[in-house]
């Protein structure tokens, strides 16, 4: 029975398979340790090949000793390439240099061993007689003297493998148990192998040739290894894989909401501006001249009242309901948005075609729907709208541009009155645009020496002058002079008109340092804005330029108007108790126009109220007005003193005379005028 040689060639074919198996798999993993192993494989092949042809009885000694050559110098490769495996199988780093010098010294002990004829180990060679295997099979033995040769080859020999150990216990501290379970085994073979060597070389033993065999137990365990972690790691990849394509899924569909979001309000539902903006540009697109378009800018009127009064969530509801109204109204609309706040967009075809309306029928509608409440959170409110109109022409403005119109025609409309509609017109952009140059040059305006103060003269029964008030104008140089009216809400809007502010006390104080001696009881008014007087510094603003004046606090009256003191009464009323006890005079500008009522005065201490000129400008000369009337009985039960602005006639001043008010503002009296005019006027009457 044939056992032994038929199990070395079967050992060849596996080391070939594995070989080949994992070259080609290093062809897919560009990692070395696969090729250098695939290669170390083959060798090995060819090793165990050399070893069994060498097993095979009645061979001439010339071929014997060819084979044996050969069979070292294949050896004297695999220790080299062995190393350079065994380096990146446990992870060496700086082999390189290494694996040349055991290269080198490998090819040296090869290039020797070809040039000797019984090869490197022996100095001669003879054919023992067969050996007979338990079974019956006969094998083919040798031996012959070790060469001196054989030494260093010996020693290079243990040198790897005393290495490899190293190696293998480095691989059990990196807790790689399955790559150092196998190197362990593969060493632990060879040293029996080598042990087994020695005791036979001792005994003198007869016994089959074991060389191959660790090779083999290498190649069989490391290709497992190799093979299992290939699979684990294909298995991790198509884990991370597929993990990829759910998170690239999940990506997917962020971008998909974010995109819708991109064009839809995230409040109403509704498209917003950039959807809208996409809508007019493609009418505008559309070549068919016929076709008519107009966009409607409705704003929800007092929205931001229901949002502060009853908080964001309302302002929510509020909106989803006045969305659902205007999409019920505006049915044949091609795009219902909402832009921000309380301000929705309605763009619609005009003409006479099925699925067009008009823009001012559709604005009435949208008007009188609004009389039924709008139902939110628990609230009912009747609220109103403004609507600006443009009309969609082609070729016209761009889509930004029609938008900014139809904000400006709003705009227009809210300033007439609330709940009105303003249609475009050419001098809304004009009026907006010089807005926007006299913001710009309202920077520049007070250092260039563009603003200043009149001043109107009040005088009381008698004429004598009691006090004046100081109205800035700005002499602009191209516009020529801008009066208050226009120029100081610009400055609230634009937050200027702290420093303007400040610019009229000075400019004031200053002056009330020039009041001759004799006219210290003639106070003068400077104008306070609401938006002054919140500020939290402003009494300090005040203090500081009165003591930088060295004005008598008496002497100046601080105009408020009513608004500024009832939307935070409580701190506003702190502030008027401190200008009050630092001796400055606060009066109520513009009274009855407000919400204030006399009784809320009470608990302020102001010192005067100025009835509004629209008031003085309505009143009947022939018979007593009641209203002023009554604000004059009020004025004096809480001691008051009472201005009457305004007074234009004779007629009026008597008028108001007989209804108890005892000091005059006006035309009638005087325009405001410059100071030297003034002082002139304060020596007339105090002479
Ligand atoms: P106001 O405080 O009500 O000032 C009175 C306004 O009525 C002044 O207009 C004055 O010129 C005008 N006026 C006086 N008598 C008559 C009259 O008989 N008939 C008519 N039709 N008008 C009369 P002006 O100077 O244009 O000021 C307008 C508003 O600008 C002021 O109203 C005031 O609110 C504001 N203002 C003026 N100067 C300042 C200022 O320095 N600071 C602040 N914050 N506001 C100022
Ligand atoms: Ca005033
Ligand atoms: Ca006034």
Same mark, same amino acid.
């Given at each position: ?80 390439? @062995? ?109 029996? /192998? ?114 502060? @009064? ?200 200053? @002056? ?56 935070? @009464? ?35 201490? /102001? ?81």
């Amino acid at each position: 029975m044939v056992l032994w040689l038929p199990a070395q060639w079967l050992a060849v074919g596996i080391c070939l398979f594995a070989g080949a198996h994992v070259l080609q798999t290093s062809a897919v993993r560009h990692e070395p340790v696969y090729a250098v192993f695939g290669s170390l494989s083959l060798f090995v092949a060819l090793y165990i090949a050399l070893t069994a042809m060498l097993q095979m009885p009645a061979q001439p000694l010339e071929t014997v000793a060819w084979i044996e050559r050969t069979r070292l110098a294949v050896a004297c490769v695999i220790y080299p390439v @062995a190393f350079v495996f065994i380096a990146l199988f446990t992870h060496m780093r700086d082999w390189r240099k290494w694996g040349y010098a055991v290269a080198a010294w490998f090819l040296t002990l090869l290039v020797v061993n070809l040039n000797q004829r019984w090869g490197l180990l022996r100095d001669s060679m003879r054919i023992d007689p067969v050996l007979r295997l338990p079974w019956g099979e006969q094998v083919a033995q040798f031996s012959g003297t070790v060469s001196d040769l054989a030494w260093p080859f010996f020693a290079s020999a243990l040198a790897v493998l005393a290495w490899s150990l190293w190696r293998c216990l480095a691989l059990w501290k990196m807790r790689e148990q399955a790559r150092a379970g196998a190197l362990s085994t593969y060493l632990a073979v060879q040293l029996l /192998v080598v042990a087994y060597g020695q005791v036979a070389t001792v005994k003198s033993w007869r016994g089959p040739d074991f060389t191959a065999l660790p090779f083999l137990v290498l190649v069989v365990l490391v290709s497992h290894v190799l093979t299992k972690e290939w699979r684990q790691r294909s298995e991790d990849l198509a884990a991370s894989l597929d993990a990829l394509a759910v998170e690239s899924s999940i990506r997917e569909e962020a971008q998909d909401s974010l995109r819708k979001m991109a064009y839809r309000d995230a409040v109403t539902g509704l498209p917003n501006r950039n959807r809208l903006l996409e809508q007019i540009a493609a009418i505008q697109g559309q070549h068919d001249q016929r076709r008519k378009a107009a966009l409607l800018l409705v704003g929800l009127d007092g929205f931001h009242s229901v949002n502060d @009064a009853l908080g964001h969530e309302a302002g929510d509801q509020l909106l989803r309901s006045f969305s659902d109204r205007l999409v019920e109204q505006c049915q044949h609309a091609m795009c219902v948005a909402r832009l921000e706040g309380g301000d929705f967009a309605v763009l619609i075809g005009e003409g006479p075609s099925s699925d067009a309306c008009d823009a001012d029928v559709l604005a009435r509608c949208l008007a009188e729907s609004m009389s039924r409440p709008l139902r939110f959170d628990a609230h009912a409110l009747a609220l109103g709208v403004s609507i600006g109109i443009v009309h969609v022409s082609q070729p016209g403005p761009d889509a930004p541009l029609l938008l900014q119109q139809a904000a400006l025609a709003l705009r227009s409309a809210r300033n007439r009155s609330r709940g009105s509609k303003s249609i475009f017109e050419p001098r809304m952009q004009t009026e907006a645009s010089r807005q926007i140059a006299l913001i710009r040059a309202l920077h520049e305006a007070m250092h260039a020496g563009q603003l200043g103060l009149l001043y109107q003269p009040q005088i009381d029964n008698q004429g004598h002058l009691i006090g004046a008030e100081a109205l800035m104008r700005w002499h602009h140089p191209e516009f020529g002079v801008i009066a208050p009216d226009e120029f100081i809400p610009l400055a609230e809007r634009s937050g200027l008109i702290h420093v303007l502010g400040r610019y009229a006390l000075e400019q004031s104080c200053a @002056a009330l340092r020039s009041w001759p001696v004799d006219s210290r009881r003639v106070r003068l008014s400077v104008n306070v804005s609401a938006w002054q007087l919140r500020r939290a510094d402003f009494t300090d603003m005040v203090t500081d330029v009165i003591n930088a004046y060295s004005v008598t606090p008496g002497m100046l009256m601080l105009e408020l108007t009513e608004s500024a003191l009832i939307d935070d @009464a409580t701190t506003m009323g702190n502030k008027v108790r401190l200008l009050r006890s630092l001796g400055i005079g606060v009066s109520i500008d513009d009274f009855g126009t407000g919400y204030a009522s006399l009784a809320s005065l009470k608990s302020l201490p /102001v010192e005067e109220v100025k009835i509004d000129r629209s008031f003085v400008q309505d009143m009947s000369v022939s018979e007593p007005d009641r209203f002023i009337g009554a604000i004059i009985e009020l004025a004096r039960a809480l001691n008051l003193h009472v201005v009457a602005e305004g007074v234009e006639t004779d007629a009026q001043r008597e008028a108001l005379a007989r209804i108890g008010c005892n000091a005059f503002q006006g035309h009638g009296i005087a325009r405001p005028m410059e100071m030297n005019q003034l002082l002139a006027i304060a020596g007339g009457s105090a002479g």
